[in-house]
Structure formats: structure tokens, C-alpha cells
């Protein structure tokens, strides 16, 4: 399973969109919740649901429409971990962004791992990548990780690096390149970094939310600023 809820540059959001869309996945279920704003998406001539997950009978992507409140974020992964583990997913893989202030300046954005255990940790370094060693993981794309961890479901984060303030799909496109080496997925990018500033203009409004439950998570957990 693939999850990617709105952080920092859309990574995840802007990754798993367009693995839908390539692979074209089919809506199979949707989360909705109280705390959820009074929101309705319409796609396809038809109302849907601000989260929903996506899937065949080999894979299953979770994306959602709204930044996930605080007070949602726990209750939330503790549901998607409980419902994969369920219809028996072997793995849930999250993605998110990593804001960089020289991002300006880098071509490709690097991508690094977190593993829940040991077997995630091997699989990631027999690919290549790199290990997000120490640091803290703000939002719902890290808390899947740590509740999959405690609830025996092997679970990875990947983080690329990505703008804090604007959707990043050249990101998207890096950490998605990293899924088609470790899965096989064989997902063409190159849509992505041609319609890059269409994207953006597409996902400003949600990056204008997510920036601001982003800002409210720090402020209220005091999450300490990380030195390396």
C-alpha cells in the first residue's frame, strides 16, 4: 500500500495522484469523519468522499484532498493500519517532503528512508537509498509508520527533499522513480516534470491549507528544531 496525505511541498499527495492516474486505479473504499471539513469533491460526475483509497487486486494508494487536522492524525492511521492490515497488505509504504531552503538550487531532490524494522531497513538499502538517520516526522505520513511498526505491519517512510511553500512535483517525480526501482512499478514520470507548473497552479489552495495545520502541528507539539 501507498499513502500520501498532504505535507510539506504535496509530496505525497502529487506521488500518489499520479500513480492513480497511470496505473488507473478505481475508487474501492473512502474515510470520512466528523472533524473532516463540510467538504464534497465531485470527479466524474459524481460526490466523493476527501480521502479515499484507490486499488487492484496488487496494490493499494490512499490519498487525500484536505490536510489532515491534529487532532485526526492519530485516530486516522490507526484506521488505515487496522483496515490494510485486514485486507492483509504485506506492506505500507508513506510519502512525504522533507522542506530544504536550497531547493532552488538542486536538479534532483534526494530521497530518503525510514524503516519500521530491520526486513524494511534491508530492503531499502539493497536499493540505494538513503537513511533519514535522525529528525522528526510532523503528520500523518510518519504517524502510519510508527502505529504500522507497533501493530507488526512492516511500513517505510520516504521523504524527498521538496519547497516548504509550493507544491513540488519534480519531488513527486524523485521519490516516485525510487517506488519503480524497489517495486517495479515501471510509472513514466516525465508527465509530472512537463506539467509541473500546471500542478502547481492546481494544488495551491491545498498547499496554502496544509502550510497552515503544518504550522499549528509544530506550534502545538513545540516540535525542537533538529540540528545535524
Known amino acids: 500500500a501507498i ?11 502529487i506521488a500518489v495522484s499520479h500513480i492513480i492516474e497511470i496505473l488507473n486505479l478505481q475508487e474501492i473504499a473512502h474515510i470520512d469523519s466528523e472533524e ?31 490536510p489532515i487536522p491534529p487532532s485526526l492524525t492519530k485516530p486516522i492511521a490507526k484506521k488505515i493500519v487496522e483496515w490494510l492490515k ?20 538542486i536538479e534532483k531532490p534526494k530521497v530518503y528512508g525510514v524503516p519500521a524494522d530491520s526486513k524494511t531497513e534491508e530492503l531499502l538499502e539493497k536499493n540505494g537509498v538513503s537513511f533519514f538517520e535522525e529528525g522528526f516526522l510532523v503528520g500523518p505520513n510518519g504517524v502510519v ?7 507488526n505491519l ?8 521538496a519547497y516548504f511553500q509550493f507544491p513540488d512535483p519534480g519531488a513527486a517525480a524523485a521519490t516516485i522513480e525510487v517506488l519503480n526501482k524497489m517495486f517495479g512499478l515501471n510509472i513514466n514520470v516525465e508527465k509530472l516534470r512537463e506539467k ?3 500542478i ?5 489552495e491545498l498547499m496554502k491549507r496544509t502550510q497552515e495545520i503544518l504550522k499549528e502541528m509544530q506550534k502545538k507539539e513545540e516540535v525542537p528544531v533538529m540540528y545535524r
Do not use: Q, W
Open 3 to 13: 499513502v500520501g496525505f498532504p505535507d510539506v511541498g504535496l509530496v505525497g499527495t
Open 36 to 66: 473532516l471539513p463540510p467538504i464534497v469533491m465531485v470527479k466524474g460526475r459524481r460526490p466523493r468522499g476527501l480521502i479515499r483509497i484507490y486499488g487492484n487486486e496488487k496494490l493499494i494508494c490512499i490519498i487525500s484532498e484536505t
Open 86 to 105: 485486514n485486507k492483509n497488505a504485506n506492506l505500507v509504504v508513506s510519502i512525504g517532503g522533507l522542506a530544504h531552503p536550497e531547493r532552488m538550487e
Open 145 to 151: 509508520v510508527f502505529i504500522g511498526k507497533n501493530n
Open 154 to 161: 512492516p511500513a517505510i517512510h520516504l521523504v524527498c527533499e
Open 196 to 198: 509541473e507548473e500546471e
Open 200 to 204: 502547481r497552479l492546481k494544488t495551491r
